[in-house]
């Protein structure tokens, strides 16, 4: 069975580095055309696409985001990692990763989900 | 960044109505457009990819037509399951981006 979990902490203070984990089970991000995505959704809002790594380990990130995310991988572990440094609450959200595997269409859905870890940013 | 912008924001709807969600994009995406379901505390769940495609276990009374920059999600006769909230998201150029959603409520 595919699955993603992520998981990390549940409240962090403002200023601090979060460090979520996405732990992959039933495929491989070594796999080619394999990639794995980071998505977050605050509270009553729309999803907005963070991060991606792919299985030849190139990274993509958000623009507006960039000086503050870094993804990596483990793959002897099947784990992406996602940081953001400098957290504010404006950072509140719930955080996904997600695998989107190599498409002939070119089109790339997100295909799996994990379920998702909320992040409360307060002090 | 392309700009995804849904219509309605939400809609209310009876068991057994067609219910149709619309898509636009802020410049020409091709076919690059998925249509996702969400439920409150779940993740998305892809419904539709290439803007037409039925993703694999997905009921066939959901459908998705359209190309270039309008897009529509059409369920033929909605279930007591299919009130959620539907999303739209293009995959035409980085960064991907969705659209706002659209909360499909019981009437």
């Known amino acids: 069975q595919v699955t993603l979990k992520e998981s990390g902490p549940a409240l962090v203070k403002p200023t601090q580095t979060l460090t979520l984990t996405c732990t992959l089970s039933?495929?491989?991000?070594?796999?080619?055309?394999?990639?794995v995505s980071w998505i977050r959704q605050p509270p009553g809002k729309a999803l907005e696409w963070l991060a991606r790594?792919?299985?030849?380990?190139?990274?993509f990130y958000r623009t507006s985001l960039k000086t503050r995310l870094t993804i990596s991988k483990d793959t002897s572990r099947n784990q992406v990692v996602l940081t953001m440094t400098n957290m504010d609450p404006v950072d509140t959200a719930t955080y996904y990763c997600?695998?989107?595997?190599?498409?002939?269409?070119?089109?790339?859905?997100?295909?799996?989900w994990g379920q998702g870890t909320m992040v409360t940013v307060s002090s | 960044d392309i700009q995804m912008t849904q219509s309605p924001s939400s809609l209310s709807a009876s068991v057994g109505d067609r219910v149709t969600i619309t898509c636009r994009a802020s410049q020409y995406i091709s076919s690059y457009l998925n249509w996702y379901q969400q439920k409150p505390g779940k993740a998305p769940k892809v419904l539709i990819y290439g803007a037409s495609s039925l993703q694999t276990g997905v009921p066939s009374r959901f459908s998705g037509s359209g190309s270039g920059t309008d897009f529509t999600l059409t369920i033929s006769s909605l279930q007591p399951e299919d009130f959620a909230t539907y999303s739209c998201?293009?995959?035409?150029?980085?960064?991907?981006?969705f659209g706002q959603g659209t909360k499909v409520e019981i009437k």
């Open positions: 998201q293009q995959t035409y150029s980085s960064p991907v981006t």
């Open positions: 997600a695998r989107t595997p190599y498409d002939s269409s070119g089109v790339y859905p997100f295909d799996i």
């Open positions: 790594i792919d299985w030849d380990d190139e990274k």
């Open positions: 039933g495929f491989s991000l070594s796999t080619s055309g394999m990639r």
